[in-house]
């Protein structure tokens, strides 16, 4: 929500619901982790647009079970970062899942990541 709102808060309101939406940055620390298009990712042979589509799908289905399982605790995913590479020359998740990757609401209040994590011991 936080940076998703900084670029498109003219556009949107908080806490809206936007269906599984995903967009992808290039991790690099020195251009600010620059946001990316399938197309700019594919022709520049980084990634396929089939690879891409890949990363969507194994998105939505990782998202979808931890959305599940915080739902189940009564509480509200908001949004998520996940980080995507090759493993072996095959897409896969390359980072952990943790709190500190992911916005969950309680109701209407942000639970920071000490929070969050008391729902996880």
């Given at each position: 929500?936080?940076?998703?709102?900084?670029?498109?808060?003219?556009?949107?309101?908080?806490?809206?619901?936007?269906?599984?939406?995903?967009?992808?940055?290039?991790?690099?620390?020195?251009?600010?982790?620059?946001?990316?298009?399938?197309?700019?990712?594919?022709?520049?042979?980084?990634?396929?647009k089939s690879e891409f589509d890949e990363v969507k799908t194994l998105?939505?289905?990782?998202?979808?079970?931890?959305?599940?399982?915080?739902?189940?605790?009564?509480?509200?995913?908001?949004?998520?970062?996940l980080e995507f590479g090759r493993i072996n020359g095959k897409v896969a998740l390359i980072d952990e899942i943790?709190?500190?990757?992911?916005?969950?609401?309680?109701?209407?209040?942000?639970?920071?990541?000490?929070?969050?994590?008391?729902?996880?011991?």
């Amino acid at each position: 929500t936080g940076s998703f709102m900084r670029r498109y808060g003219d556009y949107c309101t908080e806490g809206q619901d936007l269906d599984f939406l995903i967009e992808a940055s290039l991790k690099d620390d020195e251009r600010g982790d620059p946001m990316i298009t399938s197309d700019t990712l594919d022709m520049l042979g980084i990634m396929s647009k089939s690879e891409f589509d890949e990363v969507k799908t194994l998105t939505r289905k990782i998202t979808a079970i931890i959305r599940d399982d915080l739902n189940d605790k009564g509480l509200t995913l908001y949004d998520i970062k996940l980080e995507f590479g090759r493993i072996n020359g095959k897409v896969a998740l390359i980072d952990e899942i943790s709190s500190g990757c992911m916005r969950v609401y309680k109701g209407d209040k942000w639970l920071h990541t000490v929070e969050l994590d008391k729902y996880f011991t």
